[in-house]
């Protein structure tokens, strides 16, 4: 056994461990586990099912990685996790597999969720989330990157759509798709503003700004229905941007509607 691996660990022997992979006291790996190279699993957590962790990635104290999905829907066989580099999980965060065989809960790389976050069956998340303590997301929800959610029991529903560069505020009720570039807040949840610090913070340009700030307008400060809206930002001198081509294509798609402006 390495001695990156504490005595008291229980790694079952057919685990698939990268070499200098750590493993803390009291820790916990299942037969069908298989996590990369420089990841460091805490003391008292628990990778276990058809669960694979990238590389450089850390699973802290009493964190659930890859446990059976809680869909009652759920018939045997083996669906998984698949998870990315370079992701942190704090305290108590559960991440559950997902419900049909053959099918995997999915988080992509560069993610932080912090203390008690909890990720359900068959959510797909892309890169660069921060999740706060506390937020939870439902059974397929599929979230975009460089996406910040607020913590403090920020919940969203499942087959929700969050989109890319947007913000959840903290103790939100999430009950329809938050669209790119967008804040969101409250219960239920509406859009606020545009994701200005945000965006700031993330380099956009002044140009790429005022393109959001027209989207953010269309949508939700002229007393236009979405198609309306959909019409005129395609109309406008900033239709040939990728944030119009990003936002419109994502409110098209949308199954479960758009979140509201507040008034």
């Not at 750590?22 to 957590?45: D, S």
């Not at 450089?56 to 996790?81: F, H, N």
Request: proline residues 3%; charged residues 20%.
């Amino acid at each position: 056994m390495s001695d990156k691996i504490h005595p008291t660990a229980v790694v079952d022997p057919k685990a698939e461990l990268a070499a200098d992979v750590e493993v803390g006291p009291f820790a916990v790996i299942g037969p069908q586990a298989r996590i990369g190279a420089g990841t460091k699993v805490w003391h008292h957590a628990t990778v276990w099912g058809n669960t694979s962790i990238g590389e450089s990635c850390e699973v802290y104290p009493y964190a659930s990685i890859g446990m059976q999905t809680q869909d009652l829907k759920y018939k045997g066989g083996s669906p998984g996790v698949r998870i990315g580099d370079r992701n942190i999980f704090r305290e108590y965060v559960s991440i559950n597999a997902a419900t049909n065989d053959g099918e995997c809960t999915e988080i992509g790389d560069d993610n932080y969720l912090l203390a008690y976050c909890h990720v359900g069956h068959c959510c797909k998340i892309g890169n660069h989330l921060i999740a706060s303590n506390g937020a939870t997301f439902a059974g397929h929800v599929v979230v975009e990157d460089y996406v910040g959610v607020g913590g403090g029991g920020t919940a969203i529903h499942q087959f929700c759509h969050i989109g890319q560069r947007s913000f959840i505020g903290g103790c939100s009720k999430v009950e329809q798709d938050i669209p790119p570039f967008m804040l969101g807040d409250g219960n239920p949840a509406k859009i606020r503003f545009f994701n200005k610090v945000g965006l700031e913070r993330s380099g956009f340009t002044k140009e790429q700004m005022a393109a959001v700030k027209f989207i953010f307008k269309a949508f939700y400060r002229e007393g236009l229905n979405r198609q309306q809206a959909v019409e005129l930002v395609k109309g406008s001198e900033h239709a040939d941007t990728e944030e119009v081509k990003a936002y419109v294509a994502f409110v098209e798609a949308t199954e479960r509607g758009i979140t509201g402006g507040s008034k």
